[in-house]
């Protein structure tokens, strides 16, 4: 069930990043759900994800890194 969350999390994030604002309240939403392992490697995907779109750069003070 857990590993269902975290894929539907990556889907979800990678919809919404197109809009900036967007894409930081659903990685709010994912930190507050997600358990603690699964944030590892959710942080992983957002750092993929910002290469790709360095506008997302922002929201990565929401994972603490």
């Known amino acids: 069930m857990a590993r269902a969350?975290?894929?539907y999390?990556?889907?979800i994030l990678n919809k919404v990043s197109f809009d900036t604002s967007l894409?930081?309240?659903e990685?709010?939403?994912?930190l507050n759900r997600l358990l603690p392992y699964e944030i590892e490697e959710l942080k992983i995907y957002i750092h993929s994800l910002v290469l790709?779109?360095?506008d997302?750069?922002?929201?990565?003070?929401?994972?603490?890194?």
């Not at 990685?27 to 994912?30: D, E, F, L, M, S």
């Not at 997302?56 to 890194?65: F, G, M, S």
């Open 27 to 30: 990685v709010q939403k994912a």
């Open 9 to 11: 999390t990556k889907t």
């Open 52 to 54: 790709q779109n360095p």
């Open 23 to 25: 894409f930081c309240k």
């Open 5 to 7: 969350m975290l894929d």
């Open 56 to 65: 997302l750069n922002q929201c990565l003070i929401y994972l603490k890194t």
